[in-house]
């Protein structure tokens, strides 16, 4: 059975930083399309970083230069490190991967994706 499991999340002040993981069972992070999203009340979900299998990485602006994905293969694990957090990074933060996306900014898109994880709630304060 495919699972991703997230967790990292926590309370910080602006500017303070997290890093996020997600565990993968039932198939290897190396062999799946895989990415970082988030919903805060009130909006849409939306793609915040994505890693594809060959290593590739994608960002949305809104996290550019402060958020960084990363891939263990090792321990199954992908990561999203968040540094210089604004409270508009509050949100609830979801893994998700699937085993048939390619190419870029493919990955950012929510809906193309078929496996999810519970998420992780993040909580910037001012």
């Known amino acids: 059975q495919v699972q991703l499991v997230e967790s990292g999340g926590g309370s910080v002040q602006a500017g303070g930083s997290l890093r996020l993981s997600c565990t993968a069972s039932g198939f290897s992070v190396s062999t799946y399309a895989m990415g970082w999203f988030r919903q805060a009340p009130g909006k849409e979900r939306e793609g915040v970083a994505a890693y594809d299998i060959d290593g590739v990485t994608n960002y949305t602006d809104y996290v550019k230069g402060r958020f960084t994905i990363s891939r263990d293969n090792a321990d199954n694990t992908l990561y999203l490190q968040m540094s210089s957090l604004k409270p508009e990074d509050t949100a609830m933060y979801y893994c998700?991967?699937?085993?048939?996306?390619?190419?870029?900014?493919?990955?950012?898109?929510?809906?193309?994706?078929?496996?999810w994880g519970q998420g992780t709630q993040v909580t910037v304060s001012l």
């Open positions: 998700a991967a699937d085993p048939y996306l390619r190419g870029g900014w493919r990955l950012l898109r929510d809906r193309l994706y078929n496996h």
